[in-house]
């Protein structure tokens, strides 16, 4: 077992266990994704922190923990079709490709869009396709998604967000100011939808139409 190994082992263990995530395939997912490949050689000893660390461009990958607990909120069965937005080093990308059948992710940011699908095509994952553009408009092109991820904090819940759920299908999206969000789950059914606010969080801004600065109104 090389240290790299160990200290994933021990992240799990201590960071997820043991702060009460109980999704099985989740845990397996971060178990085996080598998440020191998703940053700098220079921060590799790093990788396993209790925390984001930044991977350039003004982003971060996520804390572990907050990874976790967003794909634990997808109730992913393996059957999935999946849109994330902020797709940033690949790493969230790479444990969806484990619990779903087809990811979708989208990058604004093309130097690191680039970069993410280099790494998941060298890890073997091909049940993905990322696309360089405003993700907070979505991918209509590919709606409907069971499960749509947000990787950035909004000031509000993008309408054409929702509008490309699937019947039955969860957005996860941290919302609030940019001092600190919370993660809401809406969930479809017919044309009903519903919200549930979970977690507290801190993630970098989402941009884009819907995002901030955009002009495009939210929906709370």
Request: proline content about 6%; aromatic content about 8%; hydrophobic content about 40%.
């Amino acid at each position: 077992m090389s240290h790299f190994d160990a200290q994933r082992a021990a992240m799990v263990q201590e960071q997820l266990e043991g702060r009460n995530i109980y999704d099985q395939r989740v845990l397996t997912a971060m178990r085996k994704i080598p998440r020191e490949r998703f940053v700098d050689e220079a921060m590799r000893e790093r990788a396993y922190e209790d925390a984001p660390l930044p991977i350039g461009s003004g982003q971060t990958i996520s804390q572990p923990y907050m990874v976790a607990r967003m794909c634990e909120l997808g109730r992913f069965e393996g059957s999935e079709r999946v849109l994330e937005i902020g797709a940033g080093s690949g790493y969230q990308t790479a444990v969806l490709c484990e619990l779903a059948r087809s990811v979708y992710a989208v990058e604004v940011r093309p130097e690191l869009g680039y970069a993410a699908l280099r790494r998941l095509a060298t890890l073997g994952y091909h049940n993905v396709e990322i696309g360089v553009f405003d993700g907070s408009c979505g991918w209509p092109d590919k709606a409907p998604f069971d499960v749509i991820l947000v990787a950035a904090g909004a000031p509000q819940i993008p309408p054409l967000l929702v509008d490309q759920l699937a019947e039955s299908g969860r957005l996860i999206i941290p919302v609030g100011p940019r001092q600190g969000q919370r993660l809401a789950v809406v969930t479809r059914k017919g044309e009903e939808f519903s919200t549930e606010w979970t977690t507290p969080c801190t993630f970098v801004d989402l941009v884009g139409r819907f995002g901030w600065g955009g002009d495009g109104p939210g929906r709370a």
